[in-house]
Protein backbone atom coordinates (compact mmCIF):
# COMPACT_ATOMS: atom_id res chain seq x y z
CA UNK A 1 0.00 0.00 0.00
CA UNK A 2 1.58 3.40 -0.55
CA UNK A 3 1.76 5.44 1.92
CA UNK A 4 -0.74 8.75 2.60
CA UNK A 5 1.91 10.99 3.53
CA UNK A 6 4.77 11.44 1.37
CA UNK A 7 7.18 14.38 1.94
CA UNK A 8 10.36 14.91 -0.09
CA UNK A 9 13.25 17.04 0.51
CA UNK A 10 11.05 20.00 2.41
CA UNK A 11 12.50 22.78 2.92
CA UNK A 12 11.59 26.34 4.76
CA UNK A 13 13.27 29.48 4.96
CA UNK A 14 11.37 32.27 6.51
CA UNK A 15 13.10 35.58 4.81
CA UNK A 16 12.30 39.00 6.97
CA UNK A 17 12.67 42.32 5.36
CA UNK A 18 16.22 43.60 7.51
CA UNK A 19 16.55 40.77 9.35
CA UNK A 20 18.75 36.93 9.20
CA UNK A 21 16.65 34.53 7.48
CA UNK A 22 15.48 31.90 9.53
CA UNK A 23 16.14 27.98 8.36
CA UNK A 24 12.38 26.32 9.63
CA UNK A 25 12.84 23.16 8.00
CA UNK A 26 16.12 21.46 6.62
CA UNK A 27 15.71 18.22 3.71
CA UNK A 28 12.61 16.75 5.52
CA UNK A 29 11.57 13.11 4.01
CA UNK A 30 9.00 11.28 5.76
CA UNK A 31 6.44 8.78 5.00
CA UNK A 32 2.89 8.02 7.21
CA UNK A 33 0.85 4.93 6.52
CA UNK A 34 -2.53 4.75 6.69
CA UNK A 35 -4.19 4.25 10.48
CA UNK A 36 -0.75 4.76 11.83
CA UNK A 37 0.16 8.00 14.36
CA UNK A 38 3.23 9.22 14.08
CA UNK A 39 4.45 11.67 16.71
CA UNK A 40 6.86 14.41 15.40
CA UNK A 41 8.81 15.34 18.61
CA UNK A 42 10.92 18.15 19.19
CA UNK A 43 11.78 21.27 21.83
CA UNK A 44 9.82 24.75 20.91
CA UNK A 45 11.88 26.21 17.37
CA UNK A 46 12.54 22.75 16.00
CA UNK A 47 9.83 23.18 13.26
CA UNK A 48 7.25 20.79 13.99
CA UNK A 49 4.51 23.13 13.84
CA UNK A 50 6.26 24.24 10.79
CA UNK A 51 6.12 20.96 9.16
CA UNK A 52 2.24 20.27 10.33
CA UNK A 53 1.38 23.60 8.47
CA UNK A 54 3.05 22.24 5.17
CA UNK A 55 1.33 19.00 5.29
CA UNK A 56 -1.91 21.29 5.47
CA UNK A 57 -0.53 23.15 3.34
CA UNK A 58 -1.29 26.95 5.59
CA UNK A 59 2.06 27.42 4.11
CA UNK A 60 3.78 26.60 1.10
CA UNK A 61 7.39 24.75 1.33
CA UNK A 62 10.35 26.13 -0.72
CA UNK A 63 11.51 23.01 -2.30
CA UNK A 64 10.93 19.59 -1.86
CA UNK A 65 7.19 17.65 -2.12
CA UNK A 66 4.65 16.64 -0.39
CA UNK A 67 2.42 14.37 -1.50
CA UNK A 68 -0.98 12.97 -0.15
CA UNK A 69 -3.11 10.18 -1.25
CA UNK A 70 -0.71 10.27 -4.19
CA UNK A 71 -1.17 14.34 -4.59
CA UNK A 72 1.23 16.71 -4.94
CA UNK A 73 -0.52 19.54 -2.75
CA UNK A 74 1.95 22.26 -3.96
CA UNK A 75 0.94 21.81 -7.51
CA UNK A 76 -2.77 21.86 -6.93
CA UNK A 77 -4.61 24.32 -7.68
CA UNK A 78 -6.23 26.45 -4.66
CA UNK A 79 -9.56 25.18 -5.45
CA UNK A 80 -9.20 21.42 -4.89
CA UNK A 81 -6.91 21.92 -2.25
CA UNK A 82 -10.09 23.27 -0.61
CA UNK A 83 -11.81 20.31 -1.37
CA UNK A 84 -8.77 18.07 -0.22
CA UNK A 85 -9.35 19.58 2.73
CA UNK A 86 -12.27 17.53 4.03
CA UNK A 87 -10.39 14.31 4.14
CA UNK A 88 -7.07 15.95 5.79
CA UNK A 89 -8.03 18.01 8.92
CA UNK A 90 -6.45 20.04 11.89
CA UNK A 91 -6.63 20.73 15.41
CA UNK A 92 -4.56 23.45 17.08
CA UNK A 93 -2.87 24.01 20.53
CA UNK A 94 -5.20 26.78 21.98
CA UNK A 95 -8.63 25.57 21.93
CA UNK A 96 -9.87 28.94 22.65
CA UNK A 97 -8.16 31.05 19.91
CA UNK A 98 -8.87 28.50 17.28
CA UNK A 99 -12.82 28.99 17.44
CA UNK A 100 -14.07 31.77 16.42
CA UNK A 101 -15.93 33.42 19.38
CA UNK A 102 -18.83 34.77 18.09
CA UNK A 103 -20.05 31.79 16.84
CA UNK A 104 -22.24 29.16 18.93
CA UNK A 105 -20.37 25.43 19.17
CA UNK A 106 -23.22 24.01 16.41
CA UNK A 107 -22.26 26.59 14.21
CA UNK A 108 -18.25 26.19 14.65
CA UNK A 109 -18.85 22.45 14.05
CA UNK A 110 -20.98 23.10 11.45
CA UNK A 111 -18.89 25.13 9.49
CA UNK A 112 -16.85 22.47 7.84
CA UNK A 113 -19.84 20.62 6.36
CA UNK A 114 -21.31 23.53 5.13
CA UNK A 115 -18.07 24.07 3.23
CA UNK A 116 -18.09 20.90 1.80
CA UNK A 117 -21.21 19.23 1.80
CA UNK A 118 -23.65 22.52 0.99
CA UNK A 119 -26.81 20.55 -0.23
CA UNK A 120 -27.45 19.59 3.36
CA UNK A 121 -30.67 20.69 4.85
CA UNK A 122 -30.84 22.56 8.47
CA UNK A 123 -32.57 19.25 9.44
CA UNK A 124 -29.50 17.31 8.64
CA UNK A 125 -26.87 19.64 9.23
CA UNK A 126 -28.26 19.69 13.21
CA UNK A 127 -28.49 15.56 12.96
CA UNK A 128 -24.60 15.37 11.64
CA UNK A 129 -23.38 18.31 14.38
CA UNK A 130 -25.16 16.70 17.16
CA UNK A 131 -24.49 13.36 16.16
CA UNK A 132 -20.52 14.50 15.89
CA UNK A 133 -20.92 16.46 19.54
CA UNK A 134 -22.06 12.79 21.12
CA UNK A 135 -18.69 11.02 19.65
CA UNK A 136 -16.58 13.94 21.06
CA UNK A 137 -18.39 13.67 24.50
CA UNK A 138 -20.54 16.90 24.68
CA UNK A 139 -23.56 17.24 25.94
CA UNK A 140 -26.34 18.49 23.17
CA UNK A 141 -26.90 21.56 24.57
CA UNK A 142 -23.23 22.75 24.20
CA UNK A 143 -24.40 23.09 20.67
CA UNK A 144 -26.04 26.58 21.46
CA UNK A 145 -23.39 27.73 24.00
CA UNK A 146 -19.97 30.36 22.49
CA UNK A 147 -16.64 28.59 23.05
CA UNK A 148 -16.24 31.33 25.80
CA UNK A 149 -18.21 29.35 27.76
CA UNK A 150 -16.51 26.30 27.88
CA UNK A 151 -14.03 24.31 29.42
CA UNK A 152 -10.34 24.02 28.36
CA UNK A 153 -11.01 20.78 27.79
CA UNK A 154 -14.58 20.94 26.63
CA UNK A 155 -13.03 23.53 23.96
CA UNK A 156 -10.16 21.27 22.98
CA UNK A 157 -13.35 18.30 22.19
CA UNK A 158 -15.04 21.17 19.92
CA UNK A 159 -11.83 21.29 17.79
CA UNK A 160 -12.08 17.83 17.76
CA UNK A 161 -15.61 17.51 16.49
CA UNK A 162 -14.49 20.02 13.79
CA UNK A 163 -12.00 18.19 12.39
CA UNK A 164 -13.82 14.56 12.18
CA UNK A 165 -17.19 16.15 11.10
CA UNK A 166 -15.99 15.76 7.52
CA UNK A 167 -15.31 11.97 8.21
CA UNK A 168 -11.54 12.68 6.98
CA UNK A 169 -8.41 10.20 6.54
CA UNK A 170 -6.12 12.33 8.40
CA UNK A 171 -5.88 14.89 11.16
CA UNK A 172 -2.76 16.64 11.89
CA UNK A 173 -2.77 17.00 15.90
CA UNK A 174 -0.38 20.23 16.56
CA UNK A 175 -0.11 19.91 20.36
CA UNK A 176 -3.39 19.43 21.10
CA UNK A 177 -3.28 18.90 24.28
CA UNK A 178 -0.19 20.72 25.74
CA UNK A 179 -2.33 23.90 26.93
CA UNK A 180 -4.41 21.73 28.87
CA UNK A 181 -4.78 20.26 32.28
CA UNK A 182 -2.90 17.03 33.50
CA UNK A 183 -6.45 15.21 33.83
CA UNK A 184 -7.86 16.78 31.11
CA UNK A 185 -5.16 15.74 28.91
CA UNK A 186 -5.66 12.62 29.58
CA UNK A 187 -8.82 12.07 28.63
CA UNK A 188 -8.53 14.25 25.53
CA UNK A 189 -6.10 11.36 24.54
CA UNK A 190 -8.09 8.77 25.15
CA UNK A 191 -10.79 10.64 23.19
CA UNK A 192 -8.48 10.84 20.45
CA UNK A 193 -7.54 7.14 20.11
CA UNK A 194 -11.12 6.08 20.59
CA UNK A 195 -11.93 8.21 17.56
CA UNK A 196 -9.00 6.34 16.16
CA UNK A 197 -10.28 2.77 16.05
CA UNK A 198 -13.47 4.17 15.45
CA UNK A 199 -12.92 6.35 12.08
CA UNK A 200 -9.53 4.31 10.95
CA UNK A 201 -7.84 7.93 11.18
CA UNK A 202 -4.08 8.70 10.91
CA UNK A 203 -2.99 10.97 13.21
CA UNK A 204 0.88 13.66 12.44
CA UNK A 205 0.77 14.21 16.76
CA UNK A 206 2.90 17.07 17.65
CA UNK A 207 3.96 17.33 20.69
CA UNK A 208 7.45 18.16 23.04
CA UNK A 209 6.04 15.61 25.45
CA UNK A 210 7.84 12.99 25.59
CA UNK A 211 5.40 11.32 27.79
CA UNK A 212 2.19 11.62 25.65
CA UNK A 213 4.15 10.74 23.03
CA UNK A 214 5.26 7.28 24.36
CA UNK A 215 1.46 6.78 25.00
CA UNK A 216 -0.34 7.36 22.10
CA UNK A 217 1.95 7.57 19.19
CA UNK A 218 3.21 4.07 17.33
CA UNK A 219 6.01 5.79 15.09
CA UNK A 220 8.37 8.65 16.37
CA UNK A 221 10.09 11.43 14.30
CA UNK A 222 12.50 13.18 16.40
CA UNK A 223 13.26 16.95 14.92
CA UNK A 224 15.50 19.03 15.95
CA UNK A 225 16.72 22.42 14.54
CA UNK A 226 14.41 22.19 11.45
CA UNK A 227 15.98 18.56 10.66
CA UNK A 228 14.60 15.18 11.29
CA UNK A 229 17.53 13.30 13.48
CA UNK A 230 16.02 10.29 14.11
CA UNK A 231 12.48 8.26 13.41
CA UNK A 232 11.32 4.86 14.13
CA UNK A 233 8.74 2.92 15.68
CA UNK A 234 8.27 3.80 19.77
CA UNK A 235 10.26 0.95 20.72
CA UNK A 236 13.12 1.52 18.63
CA UNK A 237 13.38 5.01 19.27
CA UNK A 238 12.75 4.92 23.55
CA UNK A 239 14.42 1.70 23.99
CA UNK A 240 17.77 1.92 21.68
CA UNK A 241 17.94 5.58 20.69
CA UNK A 242 20.99 6.28 18.35
CA UNK A 243 20.79 10.00 18.44
CA UNK A 244 22.46 11.52 20.83
CA UNK A 245 20.32 14.53 20.83
CA UNK A 246 17.18 11.86 21.22
CA UNK A 247 19.35 10.07 23.77
CA UNK A 248 19.50 13.93 25.72
CA UNK A 249 15.73 14.00 25.18
CA UNK A 250 14.97 11.20 26.58
CA UNK A 251 17.31 11.53 29.33
CA UNK A 252 14.91 14.54 30.44
CA UNK A 253 12.31 11.57 31.10
CA UNK A 254 11.63 10.03 34.38
CA UNK A 255 10.98 6.87 34.96
CA UNK A 256 7.59 5.70 37.18
CA UNK A 257 10.58 2.49 38.06
CA UNK A 258 12.76 4.08 41.06
CA UNK A 259 15.17 1.20 40.72
CA UNK A 260 15.89 2.39 36.37
CA UNK A 261 18.60 4.82 36.45
CA UNK A 262 18.18 6.42 32.69
CA UNK A 263 20.58 6.93 30.20
CA UNK A 264 22.10 10.10 31.01
CA UNK A 265 23.41 12.38 28.40
CA UNK A 266 24.00 16.07 28.72
CA UNK A 267 24.59 18.21 26.09
CA UNK A 268 26.68 21.65 26.67
CA UNK A 269 25.90 25.04 25.97
CA UNK A 270 22.17 26.24 24.01
CA UNK A 271 20.46 25.61 21.50
CA UNK A 272 21.74 27.31 18.24
CA UNK A 273 20.15 29.88 16.60
CA UNK A 274 18.11 29.11 13.84
CA UNK A 275 19.06 31.60 11.64
CA UNK A 276 22.32 30.14 11.46
CA UNK A 277 22.97 27.57 8.96
CA UNK A 278 24.54 23.92 9.23
CA UNK A 279 27.45 22.55 6.77
CA UNK A 280 27.43 19.39 8.79
CA UNK A 281 25.58 17.53 11.50
CA UNK A 282 23.06 20.24 13.24
CA UNK A 283 24.14 19.11 16.79
CA UNK A 284 28.23 19.19 16.25
CA UNK A 285 28.84 21.89 18.60
CA UNK A 286 27.13 20.56 21.67
CA UNK A 287 27.41 17.01 20.99
CA UNK A 288 29.80 15.02 23.45
CA UNK A 289 30.88 12.62 20.63
CA UNK A 290 31.77 14.70 18.21
CA UNK A 291 34.16 14.08 15.42
CA UNK A 292 36.04 15.41 12.64
CA UNK A 293 33.20 13.54 10.29
CA UNK A 294 30.28 15.62 12.06
CA UNK A 295 31.37 18.60 10.48
CA UNK A 296 32.62 17.60 6.64
CA UNK A 297 29.58 17.73 5.53
CA UNK A 298 25.81 17.34 5.80
CA UNK A 299 24.52 14.29 7.58
CA UNK A 300 21.42 12.61 5.80
CA UNK A 301 19.03 10.21 8.13
CA UNK A 302 20.28 6.42 6.86
CA UNK A 303 18.20 3.57 7.73
CA UNK A 304 19.51 1.18 10.43
CA UNK A 305 17.23 -2.03 11.24
CA UNK A 306 13.71 -2.54 10.84
CA UNK A 307 12.01 1.02 10.25
CA UNK A 308 14.84 2.80 12.38
CA UNK A 309 16.30 5.64 10.71
CA UNK A 310 19.27 7.88 12.48
CA UNK A 311 20.88 11.22 11.29
CA UNK A 312 24.16 10.34 13.09
CA UNK A 313 27.51 9.35 11.75
CA UNK A 314 28.19 6.95 14.81
CA UNK A 315 24.75 5.95 14.63
CA UNK A 316 26.25 2.35 15.03
CA UNK A 317 28.90 2.91 18.02
CA UNK A 318 26.21 5.04 20.36
CA UNK A 319 25.48 2.36 22.31
CA UNK A 320 28.98 1.22 23.45
CA UNK A 321 30.10 5.02 23.40
CA UNK A 322 27.08 5.96 25.67
CA UNK A 323 26.79 3.13 27.93
CA UNK A 324 29.68 4.53 30.45
CA UNK A 325 27.59 7.57 31.36
CA UNK A 326 24.10 5.09 31.82
CA UNK A 327 26.00 3.14 35.08
CA UNK A 328 27.62 6.23 36.32
CA UNK B 1 -26.13 35.30 9.94
CA UNK B 2 -28.84 33.11 11.03
CA UNK B 3 -27.04 30.79 14.07
CA UNK B 4 -29.46 27.32 13.77
CA UNK B 5 -28.16 26.00 16.80
CA UNK B 6 -28.85 28.91 19.30
CA UNK B 7 -30.94 27.69 21.94
CA UNK B 8 -34.21 29.57 23.65
CA UNK B 9 -32.34 30.10 26.96
CA UNK B 10 -28.81 31.05 25.74
CA UNK B 11 -29.85 34.33 24.11
CA UNK B 12 -30.48 37.28 26.77
CA UNK B 13 -33.55 39.25 27.07
CA UNK B 14 -33.52 42.97 25.90
CA UNK B 15 -33.83 44.28 28.83
CA UNK B 16 -31.08 43.80 30.67
CA UNK B 17 -28.50 45.17 28.11
CA UNK B 18 -30.52 48.69 28.87
CA UNK B 19 -30.17 48.27 32.82
CA UNK B 20 -26.36 46.99 32.60
CA UNK B 21 -25.80 50.85 30.61
CA UNK B 22 -28.50 52.92 31.95
CA UNK B 23 -26.66 56.24 30.64
CA UNK B 24 -26.25 54.86 27.03
CA UNK B 25 -29.99 54.03 26.93
CA UNK B 26 -30.71 57.67 28.16
CA UNK B 27 -28.55 59.02 25.42
CA UNK B 28 -30.43 56.52 23.18
CA UNK B 29 -33.70 58.10 24.16
CA UNK B 30 -32.70 61.35 24.43
CA UNK B 31 -31.31 61.58 20.72
CA UNK B 32 -34.82 59.88 19.47
CA UNK B 33 -36.33 62.86 21.00
CA UNK B 34 -34.58 65.36 19.58
CA UNK B 35 -34.64 63.40 16.06
CA UNK B 36 -38.72 63.35 16.42
CA UNK B 37 -39.74 66.51 18.71
CA UNK B 38 -39.65 68.86 15.58
CA UNK B 39 -42.30 66.96 13.51
CA UNK B 40 -44.18 64.94 16.48
CA UNK B 41 -44.83 67.23 19.45
CA UNK B 42 -46.14 70.76 18.90
CA UNK B 43 -43.87 73.74 19.06
CA UNK B 44 -44.70 76.87 21.31
CA UNK B 45 -43.65 78.91 18.63
CA UNK B 46 -43.16 78.60 14.98
CA UNK B 47 -38.91 78.67 14.79
CA UNK B 48 -38.32 80.88 11.32
CA UNK B 49 -41.07 83.42 12.65
CA UNK B 50 -39.39 86.77 13.64
CA UNK B 51 -41.43 88.76 16.60
CA UNK B 52 -39.84 92.41 16.45
CA UNK B 53 -41.81 93.02 19.99
CA UNK B 54 -40.21 90.21 21.70
CA UNK B 55 -36.29 90.57 20.87
CA UNK B 56 -33.68 89.45 23.29
CA UNK B 57 -36.11 88.40 26.02
CA UNK B 58 -33.96 86.49 28.68
CA UNK B 59 -35.56 82.67 29.14
CA UNK B 60 -39.22 82.70 31.43
CA UNK B 61 -42.04 80.66 31.31
CA UNK B 62 -43.49 81.94 28.22
CA UNK B 63 -39.83 81.42 25.98
CA UNK B 64 -38.08 78.94 27.76
CA UNK B 65 -34.86 79.41 26.33
CA UNK B 66 -35.36 83.05 25.93
CA UNK B 67 -36.14 84.84 22.12
CA UNK B 68 -32.72 85.93 19.83
CA UNK B 69 -32.04 89.38 18.17
CA UNK B 70 -34.88 89.10 16.04
CA UNK B 71 -37.44 87.21 18.31
CA UNK B 72 -37.22 84.00 17.33
CA UNK B 73 -38.32 81.64 20.48
CA UNK B 74 -34.73 79.83 20.98
CA UNK B 75 -36.62 76.82 22.38
CA UNK B 76 -38.02 76.17 19.14
CA UNK B 77 -35.42 76.87 17.32
CA UNK B 78 -32.95 74.41 19.16
CA UNK B 79 -35.65 72.02 18.66
CA UNK B 80 -35.83 72.37 15.08
CA UNK B 81 -32.07 72.34 14.36
CA UNK B 82 -31.58 69.01 15.82
CA UNK B 83 -33.52 67.32 13.04
CA UNK B 84 -31.03 69.76 10.53
CA UNK B 85 -27.92 68.98 12.13
CA UNK B 86 -28.78 65.39 13.75
CA UNK B 87 -30.28 64.29 10.30
CA UNK B 88 -27.09 65.80 8.54
CA UNK B 89 -24.60 63.90 10.19
CA UNK B 90 -26.71 60.80 10.76
CA UNK B 91 -26.39 60.89 6.42
CA UNK B 92 -23.11 62.10 6.86
CA UNK B 93 -21.75 58.57 8.47
CA UNK B 94 -24.27 56.47 6.73
CA UNK B 95 -22.25 57.25 3.67
CA UNK B 96 -19.19 57.37 5.40
CA UNK B 97 -20.04 53.67 6.58
CA UNK B 98 -21.23 52.47 3.04
CA UNK B 99 -18.25 53.33 1.21
CA UNK B 100 -15.46 53.20 4.01
CA UNK B 101 -15.97 49.32 5.42
CA UNK B 102 -16.05 48.10 1.73
CA UNK B 103 -12.86 49.82 0.48
CA UNK B 104 -11.67 49.03 3.83
CA UNK B 105 -11.84 45.58 2.82
CA UNK B 106 -10.25 45.95 -0.22
CA UNK B 107 -6.88 47.49 1.33
CA UNK B 108 -6.74 45.38 4.05
CA UNK B 109 -4.98 42.56 2.11
CA UNK B 110 -1.33 42.09 3.03
CA UNK B 111 1.16 42.99 0.21
CA UNK B 112 2.82 45.79 -1.48
CA UNK B 113 -0.93 47.07 -2.66
CA UNK B 114 -2.53 47.68 0.64
CA UNK B 115 1.04 49.25 1.98
CA UNK B 116 0.50 51.55 -0.80
CA UNK B 117 -3.17 52.37 -0.15
CA UNK B 118 -2.27 53.06 2.97
CA UNK B 119 0.67 55.75 2.14
CA UNK B 120 -1.75 56.76 -0.04
CA UNK B 121 -4.61 57.52 2.95
CA UNK B 122 -1.57 59.37 5.23
CA UNK B 123 -0.94 61.50 2.42
CA UNK B 124 -5.18 62.48 1.81
CA UNK B 125 -5.25 62.59 5.67
CA UNK B 126 -1.94 64.56 6.26
CA UNK B 127 -4.47 67.79 4.64
CA UNK B 128 -6.59 69.79 6.81
CA UNK B 129 -9.73 68.21 5.88
CA UNK B 130 -12.24 70.46 7.20
CA UNK B 131 -10.77 73.09 5.07
CA UNK B 132 -10.87 70.80 1.75
CA UNK B 133 -15.04 70.13 3.49
CA UNK B 134 -15.48 73.96 3.83
CA UNK B 135 -14.53 74.78 0.39
CA UNK B 136 -16.30 71.60 -1.04
CA UNK B 137 -19.80 73.01 0.26
CA UNK B 138 -19.35 76.67 0.01
CA UNK B 139 -18.19 76.69 -3.56
CA UNK B 140 -21.25 74.15 -4.22
CA UNK B 141 -23.55 77.01 -3.26
CA UNK B 142 -24.01 75.57 0.14
CA UNK B 143 -25.95 72.42 -1.13
CA UNK B 144 -26.65 70.38 1.67
CA UNK B 145 -25.89 66.86 -0.24
CA UNK B 146 -22.41 69.16 -0.24
CA UNK B 147 -22.42 68.55 3.30
CA UNK B 148 -23.07 64.98 3.35
CA UNK B 149 -20.20 64.36 0.95
CA UNK B 150 -17.81 66.90 3.14
CA UNK B 151 -18.41 64.31 6.65
CA UNK B 152 -17.84 61.00 4.24
CA UNK B 153 -14.54 62.62 2.99
CA UNK B 154 -13.39 62.96 6.34
CA UNK B 155 -14.31 60.14 8.04
CA UNK B 156 -14.17 57.42 4.80
CA UNK B 157 -9.94 57.18 5.23
CA UNK B 158 -10.72 56.38 9.18
CA UNK B 159 -13.34 53.96 8.45
CA UNK B 160 -10.44 52.54 5.93
CA UNK B 161 -7.77 52.64 8.27
CA UNK B 162 -9.49 50.80 11.24
CA UNK B 163 -10.65 48.35 8.89
CA UNK B 164 -7.19 47.31 7.77
CA UNK B 165 -6.01 47.56 11.06
CA UNK B 166 -8.73 44.97 12.67
CA UNK B 167 -8.99 42.63 10.01
CA UNK B 168 -4.94 42.34 9.58
CA UNK B 169 -4.96 41.88 13.52
CA UNK B 170 -7.85 39.51 12.68
CA UNK B 171 -6.16 37.60 10.00
CA UNK B 172 -3.25 36.39 12.22
CA UNK B 173 -5.47 34.56 14.70
CA UNK B 174 -5.97 30.98 15.20
CA UNK B 175 -9.11 30.54 14.14
CA UNK B 176 -8.92 31.85 11.06
CA UNK B 177 -5.99 29.83 10.22
CA UNK B 178 -8.53 27.00 11.39
CA UNK B 179 -11.21 28.26 9.38
CA UNK B 180 -8.70 28.17 6.16
CA UNK B 181 -7.45 24.60 7.44
CA UNK B 182 -11.02 23.64 7.12
CA UNK B 183 -11.48 24.57 3.73
CA UNK B 184 -13.40 27.71 3.54
CA UNK B 185 -12.23 30.46 1.03
CA UNK B 186 -11.27 34.29 1.03
CA UNK B 187 -14.34 35.01 0.52
CA UNK B 188 -15.78 32.62 3.29
CA UNK B 189 -13.42 33.57 5.64
CA UNK B 190 -14.46 37.07 5.01
CA UNK B 191 -18.12 36.95 5.45
CA UNK B 192 -18.39 34.35 7.83
CA UNK B 193 -15.45 35.32 10.65
CA UNK B 194 -13.76 38.61 9.62
CA UNK B 195 -16.60 41.03 8.99
CA UNK B 196 -18.76 39.35 12.39
CA UNK B 197 -15.44 39.56 14.17
CA UNK B 198 -14.84 43.63 13.35
CA UNK B 199 -18.87 44.38 13.61
CA UNK B 200 -18.00 45.65 17.51
CA UNK B 201 -15.37 48.16 16.35
CA UNK B 202 -16.92 49.41 13.35
CA UNK B 203 -20.24 49.87 15.79
CA UNK B 204 -18.05 52.19 17.88
CA UNK B 205 -16.57 53.78 15.50
CA UNK B 206 -20.00 55.07 13.81
CA UNK B 207 -21.21 56.24 17.36
CA UNK B 208 -17.54 58.36 17.21
CA UNK B 209 -18.50 59.47 13.96
CA UNK B 210 -21.65 60.67 14.28
CA UNK B 211 -20.52 62.54 17.40
CA UNK B 212 -17.53 64.16 15.38
CA UNK B 213 -19.92 64.81 12.80
CA UNK B 214 -22.00 67.15 14.74
CA UNK B 215 -19.35 69.20 15.50
CA UNK B 216 -18.02 69.71 12.31
CA UNK B 217 -21.44 70.52 10.83
CA UNK B 218 -22.24 72.99 13.56
CA UNK B 219 -18.14 74.52 13.12
CA UNK B 220 -19.36 74.60 9.65
CA UNK B 221 -22.21 76.49 10.03
CA UNK B 222 -20.90 78.58 12.66
CA UNK B 223 -18.34 80.00 10.04
CA UNK B 224 -21.44 79.90 7.40
CA UNK B 225 -20.87 77.52 5.31
CA UNK B 226 -23.76 74.26 5.07
CA UNK B 227 -26.85 75.05 7.20
CA UNK B 228 -27.58 79.02 7.19
CA UNK B 229 -30.23 81.14 8.01
CA UNK B 230 -33.31 81.17 7.96
CA UNK B 231 -32.42 77.32 8.56
CA UNK B 232 -32.19 76.86 11.79
CA UNK B 233 -29.09 74.88 12.97
CA UNK B 234 -26.95 75.06 15.99
CA UNK B 235 -23.80 76.52 14.69
CA UNK B 236 -25.29 79.32 13.20
CA UNK B 237 -27.42 79.64 16.06
CA UNK B 238 -23.97 80.20 18.64
CA UNK B 239 -22.66 82.38 15.74
CA UNK B 240 -25.43 84.71 15.96
CA UNK B 241 -25.68 84.29 19.69
CA UNK B 242 -21.79 85.15 20.03
CA UNK B 243 -22.61 88.91 19.53
CA UNK B 244 -25.24 89.22 21.92
CA UNK B 245 -22.72 87.22 24.69
CA UNK B 246 -21.23 90.46 25.40
CA UNK B 247 -24.16 92.12 26.33
CA UNK B 248 -24.86 89.83 29.15
CA UNK B 249 -27.53 87.79 26.96
CA UNK B 250 -25.88 84.70 27.20
CA UNK B 251 -28.77 82.19 26.11
CA UNK B 252 -29.11 82.58 22.69
CA UNK B 253 -25.58 81.00 22.05
CA UNK B 254 -25.67 78.91 25.50
CA UNK B 255 -28.60 76.49 24.59
CA UNK B 256 -28.04 75.72 20.89
CA UNK B 257 -23.73 74.80 22.55
CA UNK B 258 -25.63 72.91 25.06
CA UNK B 259 -27.35 70.53 22.68
CA UNK B 260 -24.24 70.32 20.34
CA UNK B 261 -22.24 69.72 23.83
CA UNK B 262 -25.28 66.92 24.85
CA UNK B 263 -25.19 65.06 21.42
CA UNK B 264 -21.71 64.46 21.56
CA UNK B 265 -21.59 63.20 25.02
CA UNK B 266 -24.52 61.10 24.06
CA UNK B 267 -22.87 59.38 21.33
CA UNK B 268 -19.82 58.81 23.40
CA UNK B 269 -21.76 56.88 26.00
CA UNK B 270 -23.54 55.23 23.62
CA UNK B 271 -19.82 54.26 21.66
CA UNK B 272 -18.96 53.09 24.82
CA UNK B 273 -22.04 50.99 25.29
CA UNK B 274 -21.60 49.11 22.00
CA UNK B 275 -17.91 49.10 22.96
CA UNK B 276 -18.73 46.82 25.83
CA UNK B 277 -21.99 44.97 24.54
CA UNK B 278 -20.26 43.57 21.45
CA UNK B 279 -16.89 42.66 22.82
CA UNK B 280 -16.74 39.03 23.54
CA UNK B 281 -16.21 37.96 27.25
CA UNK B 282 -14.55 34.78 28.13
CA UNK B 283 -16.44 32.60 30.42
Given at each position: MPPLVELAGVNKTFRRPGQAPIH???DISLTMNEGETLALI?????GKSTLGRIILRLLEADSGTVRFEGTDLSALPDREMRYLRSRLQAVFQEPYES??????VGSIVAEPLRV??????QAELRERVLTCLEQVGL????????????SGGQQQRVGIARAIITRP????????????DLSVRAHILELLAELQRELGLTYLFISHDIHTVEYVSSRIAVMYLGRIVETGTVREVFDDPRHPYTRALLSARLSTDPRESPPQLRLTGDIAAPTTSH????LAGRC?????????GPVRPRALTGDHEVACVRADETPDLLAPAVSR | MADTFTVGGAKKPRWSVVREHPSAAVSALFILVLLVAGTVLPMP???RMPDPFAT???????HWFGTDSSGSDVFSRVIAAAQVDLGLALGGTAVSLLVGVPLGLLVSSKGAWGERSVRALDAFQAFPLLILALALVSLSGNRMSMVIVAIALINVPRYMRLMRSEILALRESRFIEAAYATGSSRLRVMWRHLLPNSLGVILVQTSLTIANAIVIIAAMSFVG????????SWGSMIRAGAENMAFGQWWVAVFPGLFVFLCVLCFNRIADALGDITSVRRN
Open positions: ALNGESGSLDPRLSHEPGLSPPDAAGRKPGALQMIVLDEPTSSLHGCVPLVTAECTA | YDPLVPPSAEVGATPPTP
